[in-house]
């Protein structure tokens, strides 16, 4: 059907177009459903019917147009054509059949390419929350999200990485772990993630220091150069796949065991790691409440990894509590700096990333084994560490001369002082990071919390329990209400039994 | 935050807004999550995040102008606000958890509302696919159904009503029951549908002879008048869940059962049936392919009828071949008054009619036990059914003196000639109906199939299989190639077994 063009100025996120009812009744097709573009080129595209494009017009998102051509044509023939064959696909592996290698394929390169609509997307998530997947599907999942994305081939090897299953807060781990590995003269490029739910991600935190968006071509320049790198992931074309699975989950707030896995070791695949230390912070408020969740995790990611040629350990880490006494990038990137600065800070942080840094270490050869975690801690200590950050740094075009009193939190701050005298007896994860995201964070990289109290500490009525800042007085305002509403500490008068702080890793 | 209004001329088909990516950053919102509009009124839009509103905007699709007053405001105040609680329902559905009577109906008025994103439309019938649902919900998601929908209420009882599962083409047997019924003084409001994925739905053969689009109150009148209707149900606002859920339903070929049972039996709860007759077509190519599945089927049909206080009986019948000899609006229409004005035509189309009939005359008292089909018979037989169909057309505004010769399929038409001898010992309900909707049906009234040679039936070489009607000659060749590429019968020079046609009813 030859249709008239009206260009519509908005970006559908798909290549989409808007069919008058009369028409798609005419063309006998339905919202959903596909059809084919044919000017001087072809271009398959998703239907939206409705009222607002008259008989004999058809509605161009900007996608298509700009797909058509420099100028979007004035006509266009309409031609109704088959759904992909992922869609079908999707339906099948909803019917709890087994999916071949190449049905995984289908499914993530449509995806990629915005082929499928938010319905197939949700059927597809949904059906990977209720059915699971099995190996060879989370195996062929990973691949796919791999091979549909961009890949970097390092020619010195080995090449080690380091990933965190998240839900900790605080978790500033990597600007420690980073340079000491790289500073024992093994490659580690590593990618990671701006904050979504959370208060700050590893990207947001290097952000303070210095520019983290490169392309895959840079990451490796600067890894052969400096030895690593720390960087937003997003900013790559590296397992694209993963952030269009994202932005059907985070919707639902589901994150689907198969994907979790996938995703993580795309990540890792995509950049060519042989070997991989995953953390996994358990316990009360993360994502991963028990032991046992934890050990079945840490099987499932070394399993994956075995079938896809890395070498995956797994680091089991205390998770119900903050990491350090920081939440919120400038916070956490102050507190950091200091450690590697003057070895002075919180023994969770020091002990934290000193342990992962030597897993890394014994599994890259730079020392033997048992001998990691002594050597990461030389490292730091003789300042070799932050030499090397500073040399990450100035790679990725940051100040190298920071120091950590440069680093300045929010100037709007207010402190949430302690009920009674007693025992911190509860410690909500949660609602620390929901304060810090009220405050601003991780937008606002000055917001932020500063825990002065961890559960089992010991405080007087009235001394201050947690500190929040601000850039903004009015998200202050809004963070405090919500903070002094319920409370993110509870304060009892008397423990019945004192809880030792549990000693990390 | 204030942000200046730019309206987007385009039906979202949802209260939706499209926010600047670093104003959805500071607002800390994502795409899908829910905004409030403040302005002298107060709204809830689901946010879309893009970069074609300049920061500082925001694109306010036309359902949220309209809503917002006569003139979209100039500038509006935006606050994030919590997803509905349906969405938290729909996430314990997917965790298999039993959902509530309240949780269900909050889920499906957030549907009837748009309230619901197509993510978590998807994710709900995609659980409803995978999962399944108790009775208990199927019931509550019925009367959630019912209830955030019109009612008709009658006066008088018993109201009669008769529901096709559908899947066999040319089943026009409605035209036949629904006048025999209300000729025997019952009254029969029934509502119907138009073809989606079929030839010719019960409202598109009825928008031959009169139109089918009536408020609830008028098909109450027209009831009370003549005794019966025959309209299209999407014109009312009864169950309008149904086609939310169909729209989400339909671009992933699913077709969950608790949607299918809560859906036939919202539309005569909320007509306030008291006796209903389900059709139920069995066998391959249809939507139950065994009797076993048919069984089931009635059962639960029988019991969901119980919890909501009407009877149910159901009829099983032969869905292999159509019913009668004819696929497409007009030629089923000309098929069946014919059979009213003269008794002549297909026992497949006159022995389910009136065996479907005579079931509804013996549950609403009018004929005594097993003498439901011989009134039916005789009220054929007498002219009274064709009288009653005369009013019915009459009170919906069509032309009563219509006769079936006055009807006339589309001018262009081509026959499939049998390519050998033989019996026909296959016959693809499917693909006449792809042929049918190839030639125009049921956009094109004149379009369709006329069947010549039905299973198990002889045919000489060269003889006619099928005629195909189109109203444009265009599609007339697009249906001869498709039906010509892959015949929709086959024929055989010899049987080793000769299949008689089974029985109707």
């Known amino acids: 059907m030859q249709l008239k063009v009206q260009p519509i100025q908005i970006r559908a996120g798909r290549y989409k177009v808007v069919v008058n009812t009369g ?3 005419e063309l006998g097709i339905l919202a959903g459903d596909r059809v084919q573009l044919r000017d001087h080129s072809y271009l398959t595209a998703i239907v939206e019917v409705g009222d607002m494009i ?5 509605g161009v ?4 147009c700009e797909k058509l051509g420099k100028v979007c044509p004035l006509t266009i023939d309409l031609v109704p054509t088959s759904r992909p064959d992922s869609v079908g696909f999707i339906r099948k592996f909803m019917d709890r059949q087994k999916l071949t290698q190449e049905e995984i394929y289908h499914i993530i390169q449509d995806m990629v390419r915005d082929n499928l609509t938010e319905i197939e997307m949700s059927a597809f998530v949904t059906s ?4 699971g997947m099995t190996p060879d599907e989370v195996e062929w999942l990973t691949r796919a999200m791999i091979d549909t994305g961009e890949k970097i081939e390092f020619d010195t090897h080995p090449i080690m990485d380091k990933h965190s299953i998240g839900g900790v807060p605080g978790n500033k781990i990597s600007l420690l772990v980073v340079p000491i590995v790289a ?4 490659l580690i490029p590593k990618t990671s993630s701006r904050a979504i739910t959370g208060a700050a991600g590893t990207a947001d935190l290097m952000e303070v220091l210095a520019p983290v968006e490169f392309t895959a071509e840079e990451i490796k320049d600067i890894t052969e150069r ?3 790198v720390i960087t937003w992931g997003g900013a790559t074309n590296i397992a694209p796949a993963d952030d269009k699975l994202i932005r059907a989950e985070y919707p ?3 994150d689907p065991r198969s994907q979790l896995l996938a995703s993580i070791m795309a990540k890792k695949g995509a950049v060519g790691a042989d070997n991989v230390v995953i953390d996994i912070p358990t316990g009360i408020g993360t994502k991963v409440p028990t032991m046992e969740d934890g050990k079945k995790l840490a099987r499932e990611l070394i399993e994956l990894g075995e079938r896809l040629g890395m070498r995956v350990e797994c680091a089991m880490t205390y998770g119900a509590s903050p990491v350090g006494r920081t939440v919120g990038p400038a916070l956490e990137v102050r507190e950091a700096l200091k450690v590697l600065e003057t070895m002075q800070g919180p023994n969770s942080l020091i002990e934290k990333s000193t342990g992962l840094a030597g897993i890394l270490l014994e599994m890259g050869g730079a020392a033997v084994k048992d001998r990691g975690k002594e050597l990461a801690m030389e490292t730091l200590r003789s300042g070799k560490a932050l030499k090397k950050l500073k040399e990450i740094i100035e790679a990725q075009g940051g100040n190298p001369d920071v120091t950590h009193t440069d ?3 929010g100037e709007h701050k207010a402190e949430l002082p302690a009920p009674a005298d007693g025992y911190v007896i509860e410690f909500h994860n949660k609602r620390i990071v929901e304060i810090a995201r009220l405050a601003g964070a991780p937008t606002d990289p000055g917001a932020g919390v500063w825990i002065h109290k961890k559960k089992g500490e010991i405080v007087k009525k009235g001394e201050p329990l947690i500190t929040i800042f601000a850039e903004k007085s009015w998200k202050l305002t809004s963070a405090l209400k919500s903070a002094e509403t319920d409370y993110p500490l509870i304060v009892e008068g008397m423990l019945l039994e004192h809880i030792r702080s549990i000693r990390i890793i």
């Open 23 to 25: 028409d798609a009744k």
């Open 54 to 58: 008259p008989p004999g017009n058809v």
């Open 61 to 64: 998102y900007q996608e298509c």
């Open 128 to 131: 990977s929350y209720i059915n």
């Open 183 to 186: 500073a024992n003269g093994l």
């Open 226 to 228: 400096v030895g690593g």
């Open 252 to 254: 639902l707030s589901i």
């Open 407 to 409: 680093i300045k939190p």
